[in-house]
């Protein structure tokens, strides 16, 4: 599976941005999608999750109520919906898709290549 992020930007705190993730390949073979982000300076984290197939989705707490992933499996496109950002959400953000078996071993078999999103205060 390839996958290309998109979507990021400069905005102002309170201000919102949708990412989005299209995957092309062996998308039938996609179980999740993740998206995970890398602060200047700090390690890549876990953003939010969702199921390909069962739509199921989980986040970090820090972007509970502020942050949506759904998908679109039509457009083979995972999205993120970032409301009310704060300066703080400023970071590269990645999408990852795994396949049932990476992620049973915490792994994730393709990554996007990082879009830059950048939060003003």
């Known amino acids: 599976v390839q996958l290309q992020a998109s979507g990021g930007g400069l905005v102002q705190a309170g201000g919102s941005l949708r990412l989005s993730c299209a995957a092309s390949g062996r998308t039938d073979s996609m179980y999740v999608v993740d998206w995970f982000r890398r602060a200047p300076k700090k390690e890549r984290v876990f953003v939010a999750s969702?199921?390909?197939?069962?739509?199921?989705?989980s986040y970090q707490d820090s972007v509970k109520g502020r942050f949506t992933i759904s998908r679109d499996m039509a457009k083979n496109t995972v999205y993120l919906q970032m409301n009310s950002l704060k300066p703080e959400d400023t970071a590269i953000y990645y999408c990852?898709?795994?396949?049932?078996?990476?992620?049973?071993?915490?792994?994730?078999?393709?990554w996007g290549q990082g879009t830059q999103v950048t939060v003003s205060s």
């Open positions: 969702i199921a390909w197939r069962g739509g199921n989705t």
């Open positions: 990852a898709a795994a396949d049932p078996d990476m992620w049973s071993r915490g792994l994730f078999d393709s």
